[in-house]
């Protein structure tokens, strides 16, 4: 019961940094240009009179808004690998005693 304790509370810490990480990089890096900005720039060189067919129905305004919902998805899918794998750890335990 005491592993499984501070396995969660090393797990939360872990997750806690991760997300102040990407808050002190997006201060630090000034201009960060993900890979979809990267593709629109292409795009516009090869062909200037590209129209997208599809459009964000919201933007988030602001780099901040954008780190945030950033730390919130890692946040949610290192959640699913932590629950993965505190589930097959009492799992493989249950196996062990019988």
Same mark, same amino acid.
Not at 92 to 95: A, I, P, V
């Given at each position: 019961m005491k592993n499984k304790k501070s396995?969660?509370?090393i797990s939360l810490l872990v997750a806690g940094l991760l997300i102040a990480l &990407?808050? =002190?990089? *997006?201060? =630090?890096? !000034? /201009?960060?240009?993900? @890979? $979809? $900005? &990267? *593709? =629109?720039? #292409? #795009? !516009?060189? #090869? !062909?200037?009179?590209? /129209?997208?067919?599809?459009? !964000?129905?919201?933007?988030p305004s602001g780099a901040m808004a954008e780190t945030i919902l950033f730390a919130v998805q890692t946040t949610l899918g290192l959640s699913v690998i932590v629950f993965?794998? #505190?589930n097959r750890n009492s799992k493989? /335990?249950? @196996?062990k005693c019988n």
């Open positions: 396995f969660i509370i &990407q808050f =002190v990089l *997006a201060n =630090v890096v !000034s /201009k960060f240009e993900g @890979t $979809d $900005d &990267q *593709a =629109v720039a #292409i #795009i !516009s060189e #090869i !062909s200037p009179n590209y /129209k997208p067919w599809a459009f !964000s129905f919201w933007e993965y794998l #505190i493989l /335990k249950r @196996t």
